[in-house]
C-alpha cells in the first residue's frame, strides 16, 4: 500500500482545491474522447471481407457485395448494394435523385445520391465508388473504395485499399500502396504558382488546410487515380495541377 505523505498534511481548502483540478482534468478528457469518437466511428473500415463468386468469373459486383454488405441495414453502403444489384440507372424523389452506374466490362462500379437545395440546385452529393486493379503476380487484385462527400463547391474523399487474394477468397484492409502520398504541395503547379500561394498552403492548419487537401477520384477506364485538390477555388486554377497516381502493376507511383 503506497501512502500519499502530502495528502495527510493538505489543508480542507487544498484538498477541495486539488479535487476541483481533478474534476476539470477529468471533464476535459471526456470532452476530448466525444470529439475524437465520432470521426474514428465514421472512418472504421471492415478489415477482412470474404468474396463469393455469384457466376463463374470474378466481376466488380462481388467485391461490391462482399464490401458494402459488412455495414448495417439502412446505411449508405447497403443503399450502393441495392442500386449495384439493380444494375446501372437513376431514380428521382421529391428532395433529390440517385445516379448508378455498374460496368462490370471495366470493372467500375458507382453510387451517388444528390440532395436538392432551394430552387432545385444540388446542395450535397454522396458517393461510393470502387474498382479494382489485377495484379502483375496473377495471385492478388487490388480493390479501391471512395467515399465522396461534395457540398458546395468543396470535395472531399475518403480512399481505402483492399489486397484480394485469389486462393483464399478475401480481400484484407491494407495501407495505401502510393509511392508517395500526395500533399497539398504537390498539387501547385510549380512553374506557375506564386511565393504567397505556396507559403499559403504550406502554412495551413486545422480547418484552413481542408481545401488544399488532395481529392481522389477511382478511374472507370484506364489504370490511373486522379488527384486534384479538393476546393478548386482555393487557389488560382492556372497555379495547380491535376496529378494521377500510376498503376506499376501492384501499387502507384505519384505522377505530375
Known amino acids: 500500500m503506497t501512502l500519499n505523505l502530502r495528502a495527510l498534511f493538505m489543508s480542507n481548502e487544498e484538498r477541495t482545491n486539488t479535487q476541483h483540478d481533478t474534476m476539470k482534468i477529468f471533464k476535459k478528457t471526456i470532452l476530448m474522447l466525444a470529439m475524437i469518437a465520432p470521426a474514428v466511428f465514421c472512418f472504421a473500415q471492415p478489415q477482412v ?21 459488412q455495414f448495417e441495414a439502412g446505411s449508405f453502403e447497403r443503399k450502393a448494394l441495392a442500386a449495384f444489384n439493380e444494375g446501372t440507372h437513376q431514380s428521382r424523389g421529391v428532395g433529390g435523385c440517385d445516379n448508378c452506374v455498374v460496368d462490370s466490362k471495366n470493372g467500375y462500379v458507382s453510387f451517388t445520391t444528390f440532395t436538392y437545395g432551394t430552387g432545385k440546385t444540388i446542395e450535397n452529393q454522396e458517393s461510393l465508388e470502387m474498382c479494382y486493379w489485377n495484379c502483375d503476380n496473377k495471385n492478388e487484385k487490388l480493390v479501391a473504395v471512395n467515399h465522396i462527400n461534395s457540398s458546395l463547391g468543396f470535395d472531399e474523399s475518403f480512399l481505402t485499399f483492399y489486397r484480394y487474394n485469389v486462393k483464399t477468397k478475401k480481400m484484407r484492409l491494407i495501407e495505401a500502396p502510393f509511392d508517395h502520398m500526395p500533399q497539398p504541395i504537390d498539387l501547385l503547379d510549380e512553374n506557375n ?25 477511382l478511374p472507370r477506364t484506364g489504370t490511373d487515380i486522379s488527384v486534384r485538390m479538393s476546393d478548386t477555388s482555393a487557389v488560382p486554377e492556372s497555379q495547380q495541377v491535376t496529378c494521377v497516381m500510376q498503376w506499376n502493376g501492384s501499387g502507384f507511383n505519384l505522377k505530375k
Not at 56 to 67: C, E, P, S
Not at 205 to 214: C, F, H, K, L
Open 49 to 69: 471481407c470474404s468474396v463469393s463468386l455469384t457466376d463463374k468469373q470474378l466481376t466488380i459486383k462481388d467485391f461490391a457485395r462482399a464490401y458494402c454488405s
Open 193 to 217: 504558382a506564386s511565393r504567397m500561394t505556396v507559403d499559403a498552403v504550406q502554412n495551413a492548419t486545422g480547418e484552413d488546410s481542408n481545401g488544399y487537401q488532395p481529392f481522389f477520384q
